[in-house]
Structures are given as C-alpha cells and as structure tokens.
C-alpha cells in the first residue's frame, strides 16, 4: 500500500493471488499477441476459441433463448459473439467492445521498386506512430493478396526463425548534422519508410534485375504477379514473440497490445459464462486507429445489424422499434487502453488523473482532446454503477485521462455505440510505450481487467 496526498493507494499486486487458471491465461496471451499481428489474425484466433467454445455461426442459428451461443463473423476482420441471457433483448444487453487492429506500415498498392541494385516496397502508415521507432527494427510482413482469378495468397514472411526479416534503413549519425536540426515529426519523412526486399539480380542482362527476381520469387512461391499488390491487404508489422518483461516477469512487451489487450480480456471474460440475467456481447472491431470508418469499423452499424437479427431469431419476426429499444437500453464498456504514467515523461502527465501500472483495471469517464471534442461523456448515474461493480467484485481500480489537457489526447469506439442511447463508460488499463513496435503492460492490470470485465457481463441487477 502507498500514499498518494492523503488517499491510500492500493496496488492491485496485494490483490492478486493470481489461480492456476490466470496463470495459464498470461501464456494464451503471449501466444495470441504473438500469432494475432493483424486484425485478420487476431479475429481468426478469436473466432476459433469461440468455435471450441460453443459460439454458433449467425447463420446456422434457428433461435436464441437462454444460454445459446451466436457468433458473427464481419468480412474476416472484425467480430461479435453473444450469449443469450434469461431477460428478451428488447430491455436492454451487456457489451464489452475492443479494437483488433493497431498501427503499422501498410504496404502501398504500387510498391515494388528497384534503386541502384535494391529493391524496396513502398509502405503507407496506418494510425498514430512516431516514424523513427520503425527504422532498423527487424520487421515481418503479415496479410493476403487477392489473386487476379480470386484465389487468396496468405502471407507470413518473418516470424519463423528460418524466416529473413525485413527492415527499414536508417540514415548513419556520422551524416545526420540536417536530420538533427528537424523537428521529431519531420525528421522520417512518411515516404522514406520503405521496406528493404531484396539485392540478388536475375540471372542474365537489362534493367530491374533485381525487382525481377523478387517477382519470379513471389510467382513460384506464392503465385503472385507485379498487378496482384492492388488487391493485396499487406501489413508490415515488428518481427518476434511478446515476452515477458523485467527481472521480476511482471510486465508483457509486444506489439498490438493497444488494444488486443482489451480484446483478449473481454474474451476470457465472456469464455466461462454460461445463462447470464442479460444477454452478454463482446464485440471486436476494426479500423478504431484511422477513425472507425469502412464496412469493419465501429461506424457500419454491424452491431445494429447484429441485434436486429438476434431480435428475429428470439420474436419470430423483426421488429425495429424493438431494436432501437434494444440498443438504447444496453450498457457497455468501451474497452480500450490509456497511457499509463512514466515518470521518464512526467511533464505530460496531470499525475492526479494518471493511470499508474499495476493499480489494476482504469475506468475513464471521458476521452476526446482539445476540449473533450471526440468523446463520449458516460453519465454520473452509469459510472457509479460500474463502480459498485467492481467494488463488490473485489476489483482493484482507478481512473485516469490520456495526459494533461492542452498536450493532445484520443478517442474511443465509445462516441459510435453512444449514438444509439445506450450507456457506455471507457474502461481498459494503462500502457507504456502506446502506438510503439513494443508496448508494456503489467500482469497484474491484465488480470483485473478479466476479472472486473467478467464481473460486468454477469452483474445482476
């Protein structure tokens, strides 16, 4: 226990007692950040425990009464899965929503390109990164490419250790006097974050021998020619398995934890739930980090679809102001990570208002930047209740905003389930390192989270 002004400040470690359960849980997931590297791997690793779990394709449903398991899969890249509760729909539900997808270097649809006896892939950059922690990092390329007759080309070049990894140069200190007068932002410029492919020439004489033996290379082995990169999906992505971190393992380093932390916990919080008061949702979605636009996004309504078609299955027949009724009257979580409290960085930081690692599960009443401009302002009423929550569950907790006010900020999915009336509270944990190739979490937040997100879900009002 520690001090804090005049609160006492528990850590949620004096909480813990962590069960054989739990300790498997931390093992599942190192494998899931280290197997799920994009949001179509992610979702492909959810959707088969889901399988093995009893959660039903949507479609093969016939009804949906107490207990039964619905799973819906969106376009391979986003997800919901349901579990019937003994109150109808139409009085409201529990949600938990994450986010699978995470910054990256997205590879452009025109990339390959031979310099001076290099051949290098273009990359685009998707979300919110500092552009030099890419440079000189080993890196693993991730996705599909769409064949021209349709065929899919499933891509994983990096993470075995028989793999080449790949990796973006960086300019030598011995020439950087220009590059040390730029500005952090302006010092990699977005164009220059190319990927390094390859230098062995085709044999024979002409131009762009190397970019011709990477493309004979991509034929034999994957079946892909130079026009199939405009139907690809390719992630470049940091190469190696998350690991525990520190003498003491009590921190875990990967990528992606922002937010497949949050995913992982409402997964295994929703696992072991059998015939709940309210039907339980946990729902994982896609493009959060550019805005939650496209057809995968929290923008495109699948949820409202979603509940419209477990309507139909539990009434017989659709009902639309039931589905409005539905999704006003649910309560959520919008399950996603702050930036936790570094005092490497302390000037940033309202410490008052921080989230400190390993004082367990961080609720966050708002989000946004500027003003709160961009966020959902969950109701007193709502976070009193989630509070009682968590007390009555044992649940070690705190809150937090995303640093001081005029420094920047973020949103959450949150503003889009807001729309439709229903309650919805900000609640993750803290990170260190949010949007980097490696990130840092503390065990000890992560198993608060499962625990307090279990707790939601089977709460009975």
Known sequence: MILVGFKKVKLAWDELGMSEQEDQAMIEYLSFLSKGKTERESWQIIEGWAHQSGFIPLDKVDNFKLGQRVRLAVRGKAGILAIAGLRPLNEGFRLIASHIDAPRLDIKQRPLYEEEGLAFLKTHY?????????????????????????????????????????????????LSKDQYNKKLREAIAGEGLNLLLGHNPSPGEGDERVKSAILLFLKDKYGIEEDDFVSAELEVVPAGKARYAGLDRSFIAGYGQDDRICSFAAWKAIEEIKQPEWTTIVLFADKEEIGSDSNTGMKARFLENFIAEL???????????????????????????????????????????????????????????????????????????????????????????????????????????????????????????????????????????????????????
């Open 126 to 174: 998707y979300g919110g990164i500092k552009k030099y922690q890419w440079m000189a990092l080993p890196l693993a390329l991730h996705g599909v490419v769409i064949l021209r007759d349709g065929h899919k080309a499933e891509i994983v070049i990096g993470e075995d250790e028989e793999d080449p990894i790949f990796t973006i140069s960086d300019l030598l200190p011995h």
């Open 311 to 461: 309507i139909t299955l539990q009434n017989g027949n659709y009902d639309g102001l039931m589905v409005r009724r539905s999704l006003a009257r649910a309560k959520a979580l919008s399950a996603d990570v702050t930036g936790g409290y570094d005092p490497n960085y302390a000037d940033v930081m309202d410490k008052r208002n921080s989230a400190f690692l390993g004082r367990g599960l961080v609720i966050s009443k708002y989000t946004g930047s500027g003003g709160k401009y961009g966020t959902s302002d969950a109701n007193p009423e709502f976070v009193s209740e989630v509070r009682r929550i968590f007390d009555n569950a044992k649940i070690s907790w705190q809150t937090a905003e995303l640093g001081k006010v005029d420094q920047g900020g973020g949103g959450t999915i949150a503003q889009y389930m807001a729309i439709y009336g229903m309650e919805v509270l900000d609640c993750g944990v803290g990170i260190l390192s949010m949007h980097a190739p490696w990130e840092i979490s503390s065990i000890a937040d992560l198993v608060m989270m499962i625990r307090g997100y279990h707790a939601f879900l089977k709460y009975q009002s």
